[in-house]
């Protein structure tokens, strides 16, 4: 793909070019992809109403630009190197000659079981070439793919299969990570029992072989699915605005939203973004370490690589197994070029000592990326010295799931980088920070709410089934401007860092979690009134779950409680929310219009009580001191 900006020169004129005429600089953008039939018009936006559209009347099927384009001149190059969680066993390469293939069958095996364009196919699936597979696939018959997180619990997978109404399913008999086996299809099984009445089939991948419960008649294997199909598929054509995918993410509420994306702002957004923030170079191995069912994996270990004719690699394990070293060694075995993964993983790899980096070479690196959470000066110093080698430039990209692809980000080779600060936005993206009543704070050396003034390709078009939801929460804090939810400051030269969300969600390892979803699964425990979570300063996480519980009952044995409560959240979210600590409190401090006092608890739980604030206006002052006395108790 061309149109790479290559210099600081060009990336101010790219910049100042979007700026002046977004409607130009986005169609060419545009052009470096293959359309069945042109778009009319560009853009059409309207942040009253929360209404984007963009390359209206244009036609495409996205996976013609990740794969057929690519058949002429690259067909045996590989697509993607899948490394399995055990390292003894053998690394699967899959050409794009043999991916379009696969893709092809599996999509007509897709079209033969009843599945056509705009039917919703829940994927459950972990870190598996058929995953990929499987999404191209539904893309290949305009299928709408909606991948959840094979961590989440069943609860939460049928929550998600109930809102899209999805009529299959497809997941794997077992998960493997690390030294753990999961039964995927058990958890499957539960998740359909909870009401799911419009999944009609469920597809599995043998991926053990192990013993699994079977429902005949519902129950189909991968192999039989594609049995006997051609390698060939004539793509459905898209029209530009038709949804590509449903993504949920976590908000304000306890209820997670299914972020809409449509097939040509997401293909020209995530291409672009690939081919300019990595500073792509043809013949080079991408590997971001992002589990599929994040945005992270959708847009930059599948479409953003193979739009681009890049190799992608997919890891099935995680970074500690067998030994902390596992990145490295992978990265070494494959001659890794640009590596793209989450703060956490590099503070955990860190923790774990640099005997784990050294002896591995690691000189194919060229750039290396973080995303999802603020990194910490410590550990941007670290993974710049210890696996870049001082050489390979850190890009801290920020971006989200509602915008689809990287938003503001350093350019290796580029432009400058500095510990901590995602630095400046890419062409096309207009950030400004406004204090709480909306008013623009200009200049540098600012800080205020994160908002975008413009709209850009794969901005978020709906949230699934319930567009006053996409629109109440985006557009409607600050009328004209869409708010990210985060707050960030703005240097002396105009970079930017990302201090955090501002709203109930919290960031842990990289993991987005509402509060009020938290709070709804302790409240499950019979013997919890109420329940309040924040998050705290993890070193690890990054954000660490702290959760004030009110009890029906005393206990005497409050490891058991908290035991209890951990199940509680795993029951119903998944792993991920599990707490880390837990503190029984009388009461929780609320306002005269009882909203509890969030911050109050946020500074408890980091032992910070200096500047605890007015709490004289509360409603239950005395519950203050409680709380801060038992914070002190606490390791
Ligand atoms: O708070 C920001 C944080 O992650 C949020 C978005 O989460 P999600 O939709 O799950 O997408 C994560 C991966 C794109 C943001 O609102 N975040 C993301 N990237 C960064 C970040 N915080 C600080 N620095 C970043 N680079």
Redesign the pocket.
């Known amino acids: 793909m061309k149109l790479q900006i290559n210099s600081i020169t060009d990336y101010h004129t790219s910049y100042r070019e979007s700026i002046e005429d977004p409607a130009a600089f986005w169609a060419s953008q545009a052009r470096a992809f293959q359309w069945t039939k042109e778009w009319d018009a560009v853009l059409e936006s309207d942040f009253t109403g929360g209404y984007n559209r963009w390359y209206m009347g244009g036609h495409l099927n996205i996976t013609i630009n990740c794969l057929d384009r690519h058949l002429e001149e690259s067909s045996d190059k590989t697509a993607i190197v899948w490394e399995p969680n055990d390292p003894m066993q053998e690394t699967r390469k899959l050409s794009y000659r043999e991916l379009h293939s696969s893709v092809c069958q599996f999509a007509n095996g897709l079209r033969a079981n009843g599945i056509g364009k705009g039917d919703r196919v829940c994927f459950y699936m972990p870190m598996l070439p058929e995953l990929v597979i499987g999404i191209l696939a539904c893309a290949r018959i305009g299928a709408i793919h909606s991948v959840v997180f094979a961590g989440f619990s069943a609860a939460s997978l049928a929550d998600r299969i109930k809102d899209a109404s999805c009529k299959m399913l497809i997941c794997a008999d077992y998960n493997i990570r690390g030294p753990k086996q999961i039964p995927v299809k058990s958890l499957v099984d539960e998740a359909l029992s909870l009401g799911c009445e419009c999944i009609e089939k469920v597809i599995v991948y043998r991926n053990t072989g192990g013993g699994i419960p079977w429902v005949n008649g519902r129950d189909y294997w991968w192999y039989d699915i594609i049995e006997g199909q051609a390698e060939e598929c004539t793509p459905e054509i898209m029209d530009s605005e038709d949804p590509l995918f449903i993504l949920y ?2 908000g304000s509420t306890g209820k997670p939203k299914g ?1 809409v994306h449509t097939c040509g702002g997401y293909m020209v957004y995530t291409g672009y973004t690939f081919n300019n923030v990595f500073q792509f170079q043809p013949g080079e191995i991408h590997w971001c370490t ?1 589990d599929i069912g ?3 994996g959708h ?1 930059y270990v599948i479409y953003g690589p193979l739009l681009n004719g890049a190799t992608t690699l997919l890891f099935e394990g995680i970074p500690t197994y067998p030994d902390p070293s596992r990145f490295w060694k992978i990265c070494e075995k494959h001659k890794v070029n640009i590596f793209y993964t ?2 956490t993983a590099i503070r955990a790899l860190m923790a774990a000592g640099d005997e784990h980096t050294i002896g591995h070479d690691l000189s194919a690196i060229r750039v290396l990326g ?6 910490n000066e410590e550990a941007w110093h670290w993974y710049n010295e210890k696996v870049g080698r001082g050489i390979a430039p850190v890009i ?8 689809g692809g ?1 938003m ?2 350093p350019l290796p080779g580029i432009t400058d980088t500095k510990p ?1 600060f ?1 630095s400046y936005p890419l062409p096309g993206v207009q950030p400004i920070l406004v204090d709480v009543n909306g008013n623009e704070i200009e200049g540098n050396n600012a800080e205020g709410l ?1 908002c975008i003034k413009f709209p850009w390709p794969s901005i978020i078009r709906t949230t699934y089934g319930d567009h006053e939801r996409c629109r109440q929460s985006y557009f409607s804090a600050f009328p004209g401007l869409y708010f ?3 707050e960030a400051r703005r240097d002396e030269d105009g970079r930017y ?5 501002v709203d109930d ?1 919290i ?1 842990v390892s ?3 979690i509402g509060t009020a979803e938290i709070e709804n699964a302790i409240d499950e425990h019979d013997n919890v009134v109420e329940s309040a979570v924040v998050g705290y300063a993890h070193p690890i996480k990054g954000q660490g779950i702290y959760a004030y519980v009110i009890l029906l009952h005393p206990v005497s044995d409050e490891t058991a409680l908290f035991k209890e409560i951990n199940e509680k959240l795993v029951q119903y979210i998944g792993p991920i929310a599990k707490a880390d600590e837990v503190m029984i409190v009388s009461g929780l401090p609320k306002t005269r219009s009882g909203k509890i006092m969030r911050r109050l608890l946020r500074k408890a739980a980091e032992k910070d009580y200096e500047n605890l604030g007015d709490i004289s206006t509360l409603l239950n002052p005395e519950i203050v001191e409680e709380i801060v006395e038992k914070s002190k108790l606490k390791p």
Request: hydrophobic share 35%.
């Open positions: 993410t976590s972020v992002a994040w945005i992270t847009s989450a703060p973080t995303v999802g959470e603020p990194i801290d990209t920020w971006w989200q799931t509602e915008t990287i503001i980000t901590c995602a994160l990210t939810g985060d860092r990302i201090i955090g969300r969600v960031n990289g993991h987005r």
